[in-house]
């Protein structure tokens, strides 16, 4: 499902609504994972000049967040992809899911990974990603093999997979 009012741009990190729904997403992240196997961003993390971060807006409320990490000239990583609980279930993941991977093709990007929980919690986004046609793979960049941890990746040289 699509939902037409729903625009997607670069975030204001000193925004207040989004330094809130940030918190809320490392929050739940820490209470969702193994202690020692969070990896979501948090607001200092987002600021780095290697990261780009966009809102999604659905009626001037905010849906959600995500961040794309460039690893290197042909790497991308997806970063704290999460949506309000007030606007799930309305396209917000897809949108911005799109969104994400349309940008890293548009920068030169050849591969798009992440990495997501292997726990119950993080199933719908694993379900998600495979959607978009990210298989599971091994530990990329500075991660290690990690029983709390699904590794996935794209060939942004495929063609686009649409839901």
Known sequence: MTNSALRIIPAD????????????HVRVAREQTAPGSTHALDLSGLKLPSISVWAAWISGGLAGVGALKRISALEGEIK??????????????QAMLTHIIETARSEGMERLSLETGS??????????YAAFGFSE????GDYREDPNSVFMTLDLRAPTVRM
């Open 13 to 24: 990190l000193e925004d207040t609504r989004l330094i809130k729904l940030l918190a809320d």
């Open 80 to 93: 704290s992809m999460f949506t309000a609980p007030s606007a799930r279930r309305q396209g917000v993941a």
């Open 119 to 128: 726990w119950p919690y993080f199933q719908p986004a694993r379900r998600l």
């Open 137 to 140: 793979c091994g530990p990329f």
